[in-house]
């Protein structure tokens, strides 16, 4: 399978037993038995079908930030799509990117053009596909409010365009994950604005997560979704968390919604501490917090 990878996307694109916490925010987790950087949307399409026909299980990671690896590892092929399949230009009032894409680079190249409307996503560690499939946001801002159309690959190959509707997004979710299908590119529609009045914007955003969040210490942002009239840090200081850690793993003291590793944290601490957090506001408050981070590999 190595030799079949390498020969798709060359030797310089595949590792064998890649330790993901080089590739995931938290900076946790144990080795994938293959990463693959494809270089290409057709590089793509052919590393999905060859996964399939040998049945090796596979999963799309951007730049980790939503995503917590076990410390097994994951028995299969990760499809890194970061700093790779990252195209960016500008169209009139509209941005067309790549899925690789940092969403911090695309709010840069807006702020450059004049483009506003993307002044939320600045902060956020993602890349563009990561953040469609779940449908990134951030200070009243999200990925639903500026798309006008993403361009996807399906699980049997073909090359579909949905528009924003057809995107069915809602809250941290979108249909491209129940789908299976993955993101290759999209058009972000924007406004014309005023390039220092932009950048004020995100400088004062900046400012906002270092005086509210935990960012010197690998995290994955806010780890559990906002429940319905809710916030799920005030739950979780309300049950008395502030500061519980397990391990190196640790509710973060700065901002209750964020878990945190403190430095050598196990994905196992980590997802440890995550259930006792839900067990404990559930029993404190009856609210069950569903998480923002997804799984993968054996808990």
Known sequence: MLERLQELAGKEHVWADEPMKLHTTFRAGGCAKYLVEPQSAEQLRELM??????????????????????????????????????????????????????????????????????????????????????????????????????????????????????????????????????????????????????????????????????LEYGSAGSTFKRPEGYFAGKLIQDAGLRGFSVGDAQVSEKHCGFVINKGNATASEIAELIKEVQRKVLENSGVHLETEVKFLGNF
Do not use: W
Request: hydrophobic letters at 40%; one cysteine or more.
């Open 49 to 214: 079908q060859m996964c399939r026909e040998a049945d090796m299980p596979y999963y799309i990671v951007g730049n980790g930030s939503n995503l917590l690896v076990s410390d097994e590892g994951y028995e299969g092929v990760i499809i890194h799509l970061f700093k790779n399949m990252s195209e960016a230009r500008v169209d009139g009032k509209c941005l067309v990117l790549q899925a690789g894409v940092q969403l911090v680079r695309a709010a840069r190249l807006a702020c450059k053009e004049g483009l506003t409307g993307l002044e939320f996503a600045s902060g956020i560690p993602g890349t563009v596909g990561g953040a469609l499939v779940m449908n990134a946001g951030a200070y009243g801002g999200e990925m639903k409010d500026i798309v006008r159309s993403v361009k996807v690959l399906t699980m049997d190959g073909q090359v579909r365009e949905y528009t924003n509707e057809e995107m069915q997004f809602g809250y941290r979710c979108s249909r491209i994950a129940s789908e299976g299908s993955v993101v290759l590119e999209a058009v972000l529609e924007l406004e014309r604005g005023d390039s220092d009045q932009i950048q004020a914007k995100m400088d004062e955003l900046k400012e906002q997560r270092l005086a509210k969040q935990p």
